[in-house]
């Protein structure tokens, strides 16, 4: 009897997940129904919280110490210093924290501590029609990606690609924040950080030459991979594919553009903008895989052909110096003058 009890509760239940997720389906935004966040101001309150991997007390002081030196007062969420395994708490913990974070009304933005992995774990416990209802500023990158492409594909809300609580503030990447989130513009040109172009992994090159426009969606190259095929994924014509990786080896990357190639992900894309790919080099000793391709050889081999504007060495991804890259944002690449500029405010 107990056993007939459980198949049929576990039966039911699939039925009322299936039409929870039918009706997201049919609720998801429409791509002129982009939701634009308000612009952060100084002495505003800006919730920190911990979606991924955990952190320790050390690493909430300094995220906390960034953001006030930005003139931000800091609330950290309540579950941000838990720890199970390696996330920072159970799913419903971290979804619990981000959720209650877009409904505080005296929250105006919400900065990731770090990533690490465990963000795309909650994805489904995030409650959209909230978070829709309760646009804010969200910043972060590396597994962030997955919220990112979430929240983004089931509100039409702009979030941001950006340093997490445990980046380095530096200048460079202080000034890119505030120009995007702080005090925007109509037309914002990012410029790269010339002083990194020091080692092989900020080598900047052309991949195709050309000019560009579409709206900016993309993020770490091994999350953007895992989300194809899910309700998660986002499927946007004439896109600008921002992309970054670390430590992954050439041909784990090829495998992962090949794979983004045959899931049709850049069929109808715009452009595509390499940021820098931080220690992606060959390990042979320990794949077994010898005469490897470099990163420059992959990018030509395998984007060249898909005859649209394609550029690597932006500053962004696991580096010092960072852009903040809003992600849905209209935007223009420049591969001829390696240039990215946001046609729009990103905020209001």
């Not at 979606?51 to 690493?59: K, L, R, S, V």
């Not at 910043?139 to 983004?152: E, H, K, Q, R």
């Not at 924040?177 to 090159?205: G, H, K, M």
């Amino acid at each position: 009897m107990k056993r007939r009890n459980f198949i049929a509760t576990t039966f039911f239940s699939s039925l009322a997940l299936l039409a929870t997720n039918k009706i997201k389906a049919n609720e998801r935004f429409q791509i002129d129904d982009v939701i634009k966040p308000p612009r952060l101001k100084r002495g505003d309150k800006i919730g920190l919280i911990a979606p991924a991997g955990f952190i320790t007390e050390e690493q909430m002081k300094k995220s906390i110490t960034s953001l006030e030196g930005l003139g931000f007062n800091v609330i950290p969420s309540k579950n941000i210093l838990n720890k199970f395994g390696y996330l920072a708490g159970t799913d419903k913990e971290r979804a619990d924290d981000l959720n209650e974070m877009f409904a505080n009304k005296n929250i105006a933005g919400i900065v990731c501590a770090r990533g690490g992995w465990g963000a795309a774990r909650i994805l489904s416990l995030l409650d959209y029609k909230l978070i829709k209802n309760n646009p804010k500023v969200l910043v972060g990158y590396s597994d962030i990606t997955s919220l990112l492409y979430a929240i983004f594909r089931n509100t039409g809300l702009i979030t941001f690609h950006g340093p997490v609580g445990i980046s380095t503030f530096n200048e460079f990447s202080i000034n890119n924040f505030n120009d995007v989130l702080v005090n925007p513009s109509n037309e914002l040109t990012l410029w790269n950080a010339d002083e990194e172009n020091s080692s092989e992994d900020y080598e900047r090159f052309v991949v195709r030459s050309g000019i560009c426009n579409g709206r900016l969606i993309g993020g770490n190259l091994s999350i953007m991979v895992s989300l194809i095929g899910t309700d998660y994924d986002v499927n946007l014509k004439d896109a600008i594919y921002f992309i970054e990786d670390i430590g992954e080896e050439p041909y784990s990357i090829d495998r992962m553009l090949t794979q983004m190639i045959q899931a049709n992900k850049f069929k109808d894309a715009a452009g595509i903008v390499f940021g820098v790919c931080s220690k992606c080099i060959s390990k042979p000793d320990e794949s077994g895989i010898g005469n490897s391709f470099s990163i420059k050889e992959i990018l030509i081999d395998r984007l060249y052909n898909l005859n649209i504007p394609v550029i690597y060495g932006f500053s962004f991804g696991h580096i010092t110096n960072k852009f903040t890259l809003p992600f849905g944002a209209k935007a223009e690449l420049n591969v001829n003058e390696q240039t990215l500029t946001l046609k729009e405010n990103a905020v209001t």
